[in-house]
């Protein structure tokens, strides 16, 4: 009797360790505090044969990672709406989505429209929204109450006192400043290079305007919190953050319109775990799981009623940076055309070579 309770309990024992060492792994490359250990958690208890791993990055980094294996290693991407047609024009690094197996119903129609729009090639649809925010200014209000466009960086009364990245970001707000249109220069790749070697003479010379030029949002929120700059380019979420610590510090979409990002969900050509992706996908549309996400990211999930989603600190804070022209005037990210990124590096390297940035 005890022989037979024996092995029984063996072959308990070695099903349990086959069911465990058989645990499938989503591999998931995303942006920072995209994936907070308390949904991780929540996630691999909901669905125990399934183990979370995260790589942090950004969107050069990822289209670089997938164009180096071809789509491999990883089996859920998180690249903004405007990296994926030209990238998978050029090499490939995507597999088009099955939309049954995702609740489209619970997304925003117009973040959902927008991505579909940008990443749907040959009838295949590529991605689908997550979060989104803005890029524009920031300003501490009590110092420099005019800023209001992105030329205010370089304001002679803010000379020493403002900030900004040299990335993609700036050439495209400069433009906007300038009065130009950079995404209909795309359709030119000539004219938007003539468009940038003007952009790289105006950010050249307003070095004298800058303090420091931002690599984090760390670095950039201690210059602001500690005054010694006042305004700055910079993410909508690092405003909203240091607006729970100073109410005078805001962001402010520039009058010529807010930069509009999504992130979104896309699967690498060669990933491995699609069903747990889907999972995934849908287990961060749940209300309550957005509330974790979006406290984690300082973004709005892209669902009806997102903004109510968010802590309240960062609730008031878009409140006091939007109004409804604000919105009105949003202006998304375009998609990339294959060879506008190199020609916007090489002109950020420009830049970085006159101003020491």
């Known amino acids: 009797m005890k022989s037979h309770a024996l092995a029984a309990a063996v072959a308990l024992t070695a099903t349990g360790l086959a069911t465990a060492g058989s645990a499938e792994t989503l591999r998931l490359l995303t942006w920072g505090s995209y ?7 929540k996630f691999e208890e909901m669905y125990p044969d399934i183990e979370v791993e995260v790589t942090y990055s950004n969107n050069e980094e990822m289209i670089a990672k997938l164009r180096a294996t071809g789509g491999a290693g990883f089996d859920l991407a998180q690249p903004s709406h405007d990296r994926i047609y030209a990238p998978q024009i050029e090499y490939e ?9 995702i609740n489209t119903g619970a997304m925003s129609k117009v973040h959902l429209d927008a991505v579909l729009e940008n990443t749907t090639i040959d009838g295949e649809v590529y991605a689908v929204p997550h979060q989104w925010g803005t ?26 006192k403002t900030s ?11 433009a906007f400043a300038m009065g130009e249109d950079p995404f209909a220069a795309y359709a030119d790749l000539d004219a938007y290079q003539d468009l940038l070697d003007r952009v790289a003479d105006e950010l050249i010379e307003c070095k004298a305007n800058i303090k420091a030029y931002w690599q984090g949002g760390d670095d950039l929120s201690a210059m602001m919190l500690s005054g010694e700059i006042v305004a700055s380019e910079t993410w909508d979420s690092t405003a909203y953050k240091l607006y729970n610590e100073n109410p005078d510090i805001v962001f402010i979409p520039p009058e010529t319109g807010a930069l509009t990002w999504i992130d979104t969900f896309v699967i690498p050509a060669k990933g491995q775990a699609d069903d747990a992706a889907y999972k995934w996908i849908n287990f961060v549309l ?38 409804d ?21 090489k002109t950020l390297e420009k830049i970085k070579a006159a101003t020491g940035g």
């Open 35 to 41: 994936a907070p250990d308390a949904l991780i958690e």
């Open 93 to 101: 690094i995507y597999k088009p989505l099955d939309l049954t197996k």
């Open 135 to 160: 890029s524009g200014l920031m300003a501490n209000t009590s110092l420099a109450p005019d800023v209001s466009g992105w030329g205010d960086l370089c304001d002679s009364q803010y000379a020493g």
């Open 164 to 174: 900004m990245r040299l990335r993609r970001t700036i050439l495209l707000g400069t």
């Open 286 to 323: 749940d209300p309550e799981n957005i509330k974790i996400m979006s406290a984690s990211t300082g973004a709005i999930a892209a669902v009806p009623g997102g903004t109510e989603l968010l802590p309240e600190d960062k609730r008031a804070a878009v409140s006091a940076a939007f109004s």
């Open 325 to 345: 022209e604000d919105i009105e005037n949003l202006k998304f990210f375009a998609n990339i055309p294959p060879g506008v990124e190199d020609m916007e590096g």
